[in-house]
């Protein structure tokens, strides 16, 4: 029996792979190439226009950090959430937490770094195929309207100043 012995080690990046939740990782660190036991360390790139598929990661926690562009995400137990994470902004996802990022830009990537509690990295993704839909077609998004206006209010005056709707002025 071999007994393997830990140690510091450099890493550099010399393939890319598409993970099962169809994202781009550049290699980095993980169970496979250090040994590493509790954590992995990839760096990520969401083409322009493209999402990931839904999914959660059971059992481990998630830490990003956008180095360019700006990535939203559907999350929640039916992607009823929504969030903008930006370059030089971190963002946390819990364990167990459903999610589906995309890059909405039509030129643009997102570039990321990604930190998991999950050594082997795509052991823990359980893809939620029930949840595609929000990639193509998410929730409407609520725009504010202003309500038709139906009567205009009469100007009024005072000694000093004149106020019409929405504007003063000093006499």
Request: aromatic share 6%; net charge negative.
């Amino acid at each position: 029996m071999t007994i393997k012995t830990l140690s510091c080690q450099v890493i550099k990046p010399t393939h890319s792979y598409k993970s099962k939740q169809a994202v781009t990782y550049l290699g980095g660190i993980s169970a496979e190439n250090t040994g590493a036991q509790a954590i992995c360390l990839h760096l990520t790139i969401i083409p322009p226009g493209q999402h990931a598929k839904a999914h959660l990661h059971h059992n481990h926690e998630t830490a990003i950090y956008v180095l360019h562009g700006q990535a939203h995400m559907w999350y929640g137990d039916q992607l009823s959430e929504h969030l903008t994470v930006s370059a030089g902004e971190y963002l946390y996802i819990p364990a167990g937490m459903p999610h589906l990022p995309y890059n909405p830009s039509e030129t643009e990537a997102v570039t990321a770094l990604v930190a998991r509690t999950d050594p082997n990295e795509q052991e823990s993704v359980v893809l939620l195929p029930e949840l595609e839909a929000f990639a193509t077609n998410p929730p409407p998004t609520v725009t504010a309207t202003t309500p038709p206006q139906t009567t205009t209010p009469a100007p009024t005056t005072t000694a000093r100043t004149r106020v019409t709707w929405g504007q003063s002025y000093t006499l």
